[in-house]
């Protein structure tokens, strides 16, 4: 790394220049391509009068430079490792550049590369500049047509946005032709060219409109498309219903590709998809997969016009476009599964991995104000966090103006490049509401804790609810400010819901309390007996609440509230303070006597239950979420507790978890929810059951994992299996069978790698090492690094914070390593050692040695920064 540069917001300029047109030709040639770019060039009106044009551009090799036909000599420009700068240029002009670039060795997977034969292209947020020399930036919006030349017969598929204006033959070359009419920023620029098949739908949009579905892969993957296929109607579907928007191009396409950094990226009508979020199968895919492909399809499509028509004006206001999308993909899930169950797993995801990334060193603002490497920044904080900025702001404004409001935003900003306060002053203009405080949530970093106390008068019939918010410092921001938190609310009394009056007004059965203070009481009145009080319901804003609840109230949240999310989360706090006084070796009897009494009323129960939900509430509270709830975590003592209580209640629950194992048999067929929902019990009643040293148990994973027609049933039996000590060789003949059956699907053997890697017991590095060596195994795919070196650094918390630290150090050699091919991931594979500061001296000791050694490496920006921000 020879020079850090930062990056801030306050030194946002407009361009001096724009770009009306850009015209590209790409000649594909094995070895290398060259891009022969034509750049119509204004002055930007808005901005001040510059002479000569800044351009990016990185690891380009230039071939010719021409203003207006004339070609540039070496005094007339001068090229820097990031920048060109053209001299003395005139108001409107044309610029023809020509540049040389080598997509085969490009292992970064950023600007244009090869991916198992196939070129693609990952442009956002900075990879156009390694494509041709630009303004690449997002506030810089133009009408591109690309020309991509190959020999003729080298691909069935060449592809870019838009539409396809010709597609010829001449002296032995393919040429295909094509226009996007939309303007856009250059991240949104995409090409493919490859050999490919594609499946083909059509789709009628609300004013009848056919657009032309394609979603193209490898010959060898065309079976696992129908889903996606019907997820992108689906998805279409709903965003016409949902926000009135409508596709805008005649065709919408979906490339496959094997390496990618990311899940997907939505190039305008030219999505690029991670195989990983995109093909599925019911023989080889997971219902969690499945889930995940519809979402993801949800949210790149989404992105057309929450993205796309309308864009970011710089990349600190990234949430802009991934907070609103991340919601909306969220809120499409909730429709089409269970709606209880998506607002846990994103709950879950805030609160295991958002609050460590703004407790740590990296925290930062749903709107950064500074950065060294762009692509560092997109988090859980930007985009879960964001999302929930985005869904307090609607259940804030209610779902009628919040629907205007998004209207309005769609309409007044189209076709621009805009930022997070544009998008709030539309909900401000349609609601009339101040939300001047509310806008701290996109610049205050950390997260806010509500301390809450009650009493309960009974002479008055009154109970009064006090709330104290704080926000912890966090990086560069010592001082907090109160936030405008909606804390939504019901009181249980002992026969149900209670009636809420406060000053007076009947507010029926819930409320959203609106915390906009250091602290305030909120008296309710006419209340007859002490009330149970159900808080942060819905998950209502991203905080930490702190409410001394007795056992006995939580066990009447976790059996009698009407919200799903409460009664989930009521059950983790009673799992919690079991595991807490069993990590702090305090007695835990009388508590963990209430949870075995609460599930096994649930589970004996399970009928009358939503199946989806119980599953969730048989979850122990995962080891990142207990770690985050001490100064100074001790790694060991978690894990140990969380394995002691998995088995004492696997033992305490025996016939329950069987009862529920067998009687759920026969609802287990098919792709419906209530199938899913059944499978996702059953197995977790499996995990539990193995557990225990009991050969029955073992035999009956054995007989689910050979019986089952599908990949949820026979991979959580593999699991269950592989993850419990006592399976033997009856866990390696079912992993051997597994490698066997699904040697030849690269997504299953990624499965196969990540159940041995998060292997509860044992020397798991030296599992590592040895698949690391492993035929099937290839350090330059993203996918592959991410089932064997993050699933073991980010879900084998027990292996990776082995004392001896030898994990951490082994971490930190990867990262050196892969650093060299691919800075992107290797940022990325770093997130656990950035957490040393939560974890005892012994541990903390160790994981900043294993930082430190990284340090003295040669190292990107992107490592670079987040090295150096953990080490400060
Ligand atoms: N915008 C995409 C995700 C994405 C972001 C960055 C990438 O490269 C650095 C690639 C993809 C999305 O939100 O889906
Ligand atoms: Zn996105």
Same mark, same amino acid.
């Given at each position: 790394? *020879? ?136 506030? &810089?919006?133009? +009408? ?15 592809? @870019?946005?838009?539409?396809? =204006? ?25 090409? &493919? ?28 993957? @065309? ?31 979906? &490339? ?40 993801v399809i949800g949210h790149e499509y989404f992105h057309n016009w929450s993205g796309n028509r309308i864009t970011c004006r ?73 999302? +929930? ?120 059965? +819930? ?13 309710? +009145?006419? &209340? ?44 983790? *706090? =009673? ?52 770690? @985050? ?50 499978? *996702? ?147 990325? =594979? ?23 050694? =990284? @340090? ?17």
């Amino acid at each position: 790394m *020879s020079t850090t540069t930062v990056t801030y917001l306050a030194d946002y300029r407009a361009p001096e220049f724009l770009i009306e047109k850009t015209h590209l030709t790409f000649k594909l040639h094995e070895g290398y391509t060259d891009v022969n770019s034509q750049l119509t060039i204004v002055r930007n009106p808005h901005s001040t009068h510059a002479d000569h044009l800044v351009l990016h551009g990185e690891q380009l090799e230039l071939l010719s430079l021409a203003v207006d036909e004339h070609p540039l000599g070496a005094g007339d420009y001068q090229i820097t490792p990031q920048n060109m700068t053209v001299h003395n240029v005139p108001e409107h002009f044309i610029l023809q550049c020509k540049t040389r670039i080598y997509p085969e060795k490009n292992t970064a997977l950023e600007g244009l590369y090869r991916s198992s034969g196939m070129y693609c292209t990952q442009c956002e947020a900075e990879g156009f500049r390694k494509i041709t020399y630009y303004l690449d930036r997002p506030d &810089v919006m133009s +009408e591109f047509e690309t020309v991509i030349i190959a020999e003729e017969g080298a691909f069935s598929t060449m592809l @870019s946005n838009g539409n396809c =204006l010709s597609d010829t033959v001449y002296a032995g070359k393919r040429i295909v032709h094509w226009h996007d009419p939309f303007k856009k920023p250059s991240y949104l620029f995409a090409l &493919v060219a490859g050999n490919l098949v594609c499946l083909e739908d059509h789709f009628s949009t609300q004013s009848g409109r056919q657009v032309l579905l394609q979603i193209y892969t490898e010959a060898k993957d @065309s079976d696992k498309c129908h889903f996606a296929m019907r997820s992108l109607k689906k998805a279409m579907c709903w965003d016409e219903q949902t926000y009135g928007r409508e596709y805008d191009l005649d065709r919408f396409m979906i &490339v496959a590709v094997d390496d990618f950094n990311m899940g997907a990226m939505e190039n305008k009508g030219l999505n690029i998809f991670n195989t990983s979020c995109v093909l599925a199968h019911p023989a080889s895919t997971t219902d969690a997969a499945f889930q995940r492909v519809e979402r993801v399809i949800g949210h790149e499509y989404f992105h057309n016009w929450s993205g796309n028509r309308i864009t970011c004006r710089d990349w600190f206001q990234l949430s802009l476009k991934e907070g609103l999308t991340v919601y909306r993909d969220s809120e499409f899930s909730a429709d089409t599964n269970s709606r209880a169950v998506k607002r846990i797993e994103d709950a879950n995801v805030i609160r295991s991995v958002q609050f460590v990334e703004d407790a740590g060193p990296m925290a930062h603002p749903v709107r950064p104000d500074s950065y060294i490497e762009i692509s560092n920044f997109y988090t859980v904080t930007i985009y879960e966090k964001g999302a +929930e900025v985005v869904r307090m702001l609607a259940n804030i404004l209610g779902p009628e103006q919040y629907r205007r409001a998004t209207d309005l935003y769609f309409s007044r900003f189209d076709g621009q490049a805009v930022t997070c306060d544009d998008f709030v002053q539309c909900m401000e203009a349609v609601s009339g509401k101040d939300l001047r405080q509310f806008c701290l949530w996109y610049s205050q970093a950390g997260t806010p804790q509500l301390h809450i106390s009650d009493s309960y008068d009974a002479a008055r019939q009154q109970y009064s609810l006090t709330v104290r918010q704080h926000t912890p410092a966090t990086p560069g921001q010592t001082e907090k400010q109160a936030l405008h938190i909606p804390l939504k609310i019901a009181l249980y009394g002992s026969k149900g819901v209670l009636a809420l009056v406060i000053d007076g007004q009947n507010k029926g059965t +819930e409320t959203v309390l609106d915390i906009c203070q250091d602290q305030q009481t909120i008296i309710f +009145e006419q &209340v007859a007996e002490n009330p149970v009080p159900s808080l942060l319901r819905g998950f209502s804003a991203p905080v930490k609440i702190f409410y001394a609840y007795q056992l006995a109230q939580l066990q009447q949240l976790i059996l009698l509230d009407s919200d799903g999310f409460c009664r989930w989360d009521a059950m983790q *706090s =009673l799992m919690r303070i079991v595991l807490c006084n069993a990590i702090d070796g305090k007695d835990n009897h009388a508590e963990q006597i209430m949870l075995v009494d609460t599930l096994k009323q649930l589970l004996a129960d399970h009928a009358s239950m939503d199946v989806a939900l119980l599953a969730c509430m048989l979850d122990l509270p995962s080891e990142q979420y207990l770690a @985050s709830l001490y100064d100074k975590a001790n790694p060991t003592a978690i894990s140990q507790a969380r394995t002691q209580l998995q088995q004492q209640l696997a033992i305490q629950l025996q016939p329950e978890l069987l009862g529920c194992y067998q009687t759920l048999q026969d609802k287990i067929q098919g792709l419906s929810a209530p199938a899913m929902a059944a499978r *996702s019990l059953r197995n977790r009643a499996l995990a539990y059951l193995l557990h225990i040293n009991d050969a029955r148990y073992r035999n009956l994973a054995q007989l689910q994992f050979a019986q089952a027609n599908n990949m949820t049933d026979q991979f959580a039996a593999l699991r269950a299996l592989v993850h419990t000590e006592h399976a033997g060789s009856t866990a390696q003949e079912a992993l051997q069978a597994f490698y066997q059956q699904w040697q030849h699907e690269t997504l299953v053997v990624n499965m196969w790698f990540q159940v041995q890697v998060t292997r509860p017991w044992g020397n798991v590095l030296q599992a590592v090492h040895k698949l690391l060596n492993h035929a099937a195994f290839d350090a330059r795919n993203p996918n592959k690094l991410r089932a064997v070196i993050a699933a073991f650094t980010n879900q084998n918390f027990a292996s990776f914070h082995d004392r001896s630290g030898k994990a951490y150090q082994f971490l930190a050699d990867q990262i050196a390593d892969i650093d060299q091919r691919n800075p992107q991931m290797a940022a990325r =594979l770093l997130t656990p050692l950035t957490h040393w500061h939560q974890f005892i001296d012994e541990h903390a000791i160790l994981m900043r040695k294993a930082l430190e050694s =990284l @340090s003295q490496c040669e190292l990107s920006k992107d490592v670079y920064e987040v090295v150096s921000k953990s080490l400060m």
